[in-house]
Nanobody
Framework: QVQLVESGGGLVQAGGSLRLTCDAK????????MGWYRQAPGKQRELVIV???????TYGDAVKGRVTISEEPLAGVQHLEMTGLKPEDTAVYYC?????????WGQGAQVTISS
């Protein structure tokens, strides 16, 4: 069974940066898409970033210019890097991989930005 383990969440000061990791532990390779969404209390799930296997990347409007995604393909690992963090970035961040028409999701990582 595919399980995605997220790490790197926590408390970050406004203006700082963070790096989140999503580890599929070598159970996923050649994913058709991967990326991150987030959800704040009382709000809908929001796109952060998605990268497809052809390299096309889609950014959420609220984070465009402040986020990047990288991959360790042989390890089944992806990373989210964010800079210029704002209090409104506070949310639970969920990673996902897509392969063969199936989506696999991480358990969520709480990110809190202090003002």
């Amino acid at each position: 069974q595919v399980q995605l383990v997220e790490s790197g969440g926590g408390l970050v000061q406004a203006g700082g940066s963070l790096r989140l990791t999503c580890d599929a532990k070598r159970t996923i390779s050649s994913a058709s898409a991967m990326g991150w969404y987030r959800q704040a209390p009382g709000k809908q799930r929001e796109l952060v970033i998605v990268m497809r296997s052809d390299g096309r990347t889609t950014y959420g409007d609220a984070v465009k210019g402040r986020v990047t995604i990288s991959e360790e393909p042989l390890a089944g690992v992806q990373h989210l890097e964010m800079t210029g963090l704002k209090p409104e970035d506070t949310a639970v961040y969920y990673c996902y991989f897509e392969k063969n028409g199936y989506e696999y999701w991480g358990q969520g990582a709480q990110v809190t930005i202090s003002s």
